[in-house]
């Protein structure tokens, strides 16, 4: 599938109705998951035939985009019932429910010692993780150990550019190897009723981590 067949075929995911502050909750749009996912797949070969889990799924485009591109099974994390509701709806629009599952669990109380069942079982963990900002300070380094443990071969995410130095780090000490693919630009529009602008373009790092 094109990079642009893609992004057409994610356009009818149902986003947040009502999305959550304190959860940092921002859209995933249908470029940025082709960009992603395509990139994934046509690069690196990481989703065709792979099982494939999406940490922090919210609404499930990564996941639709995952099956849409061959992955084998798709498990999507997220601590918001309401999200994995929607989630759901989608993957039934889609007709991917023998696919593409979902539960619901909190990345910053997971640990490998309670989660051994789910310890490498995935071949790919995408993730479009909360930046750490508010009071979620340190929310995306959760996300990123959450993804070491899962993964077996390979993680992708995003990542504000200007966390560069200290992501590669803490990547080394959970074990992985990061390779900045791209430098983009986050598109963020306005979610909130504290949000002054429209929108707001964050320079984000979109990062492929390596299991050693």
Do not use: W
Request: contains cysteine; glycine residues 6%.
């Amino acid at each position: 599938m094109k990079l642009r067949q893609l992004e057409i075929a994610l356009e009818d995911v149902e986003p947040f109705q009502e999305p959550k502050i304190q959860l940092e909750q921002y859209v995933t749009t249908p470029h940025l998951a082709a960009c992603l996912l395509h990139t994934a797949e046509t690069q690196f070969g990481d989703i065709c035939g792979k099982n494939v889990c999406d940490l922090g799924c919210g609404c499930g485009i990564l996941s639709i985009g995952s099956s849409l591109l061959g992955a084998n099974h798709c498990l999507g994390i997220d601590i918001d019932k309401d999200a994995l509701e929607i989630f759901q709806s989608n993957c039934e629009a889609y007709e991917l429910n023998n696919v593409v599952e979902c539960i619901q669990a909190d990345i910053a109380k997971f640990s490998p010692c309670r989660n051994m069942i789910l310890s490498k079982r995935f071949d790919t963990v995408l993730m479009n993780p909360p930046f750490g900002t508010k009071s979620n300070k340190g929310i995306d380094m959760e996300f990123l150990r959450a993804a070491s443990v899962l993964a077996e071969h390979s993680v992708y995410s995003l990542h504000k550019s200007s966390t560069r130095a200290h992501i590669v780090k803490k990547a080394n000490d959970f074990g992985m190897q990061a390779h900045v693919v791209a430098e983009m630009r986050y598109n963020l529009e306005s979610s909130y009723k504290f949000h002054k602008k429209k929108s707001k373009d964050i320079e984000v790092d979109f990062i492929r981590f390596t299991i050693h």
